[in-house]
T-cell receptor, first 112, second 110 residues
Framework: GESVGLHLPTLSVQEGDNSIINCAYS??????FIWYKQESGKGPQFIID?????DKRQGQRVTVLLNKTVKHLSLQIAATQPGDSAVYFC???????????FGKGTMLLVSP | NAGVTQTPKFQVLKTGQSMTLQCAQD?????MSWYRQDPGMGLRLIHY???????DQGEVPNGYNVSRSTTEDFPLRLLSAAPSQTSVYFC?????????FGPGTRLTVL
């Protein structure tokens, strides 16, 4: 696969299982968070975002949970499919700034 | 809309050569940025721009120059390529926080 996957934490699940990918962030001033999916050989693709005034946001088969107390973000994928296999990145943005800070990513492997 | 486009897709350089990676977007986004992605390092910000005529340094700017003469284009210049610049380069644009990425340029410096 893509060399970006080397040395990344890996989550292996069976097709149909629910997946939970976690991300810890460090900046307590961050007020906007995004999850990206990156397939082999492609650029990161936006999945879902959440602002700091929310604890939970749902999309199609995906849910993002935000715990500001412990600075933790999670991405839940329901009924995981082989097409969900990719590297997943969280990103944070501080209020008043335009730049994003990315986590190092988690590789999700889905077995049929 | 084509979104964010990048050229070339692949490039091999010799140490000391210079080149420009092209990035264009047709979404009228004010914010554009360049990242490099190395194994196990995630995405690291090289330079960014909040609008035409304005650029600023990111986390790893050394060895790279940028300019933003139009809203649409944000080229990244390597002045004298080094093997440490072997990486995958991504350009992104944004209107209000969420950044949209191009397909990337894989650069190898020998």
């Amino acid at each position: 696969g893509e060399s970006v996957g080397l040395h990344l934490p890996t989550l292996s699940v069976q097709e149909g299982d629910n997946s939970i990918i976690n991300c810890a962030y460090s900046n307590s001033a961050s007020d906007y968070f995004i999850w990206y999916k990156q397939e082999s050989g492609k650029g990161p693709q936006f999945i879902i975002d959440i602002r700091s005034n929310m604890d939970k946001r749902q999309g199609q088969r995906v849910t993002v949970l935000l715990n500001k107390t412990v600075k933790h973000l999670s991405l839940q994928i329901a009924a995981t499919q082989p097409g969900d296999s990719a590297v997943y990145f969280c990103a944070e943005k501080e209020s008043g700034y335009s730049t994003l800070t990315f986590g190092k990513g988690t590789m999700l492997l889905v077995s049929p | 809309n084509a979104g964010v486009t990048q050229t070339p897709k692949f490039q091999v350089l010799k140490t000391g050569q210079s080149m420009t990676l092209q990035c264009a977007q047709d979404m009228n986004h004010e914010y554009m940025s360049w990242y490099r992605q190395d194994p196990g390092m995630g995405l690291r910000l090289i330079h960014y721009s909040v609008g035409a005529g304005i650029t600023d340094q990111g986390e790893v700017p050394n060895g790279y120059n940028v300019s933003r003469s139009t809203t649409e284009d944000f080229p990244l210049r390597l002045l004298s390529a080094a093997p440490s610049q072997t990486s995958v380069y991504f350009c992104a644009s944004s209107l209000g926080g969420t950044q949209y990425f191009g397909p990337g340029t894989r650069l190898t410096v020998l």
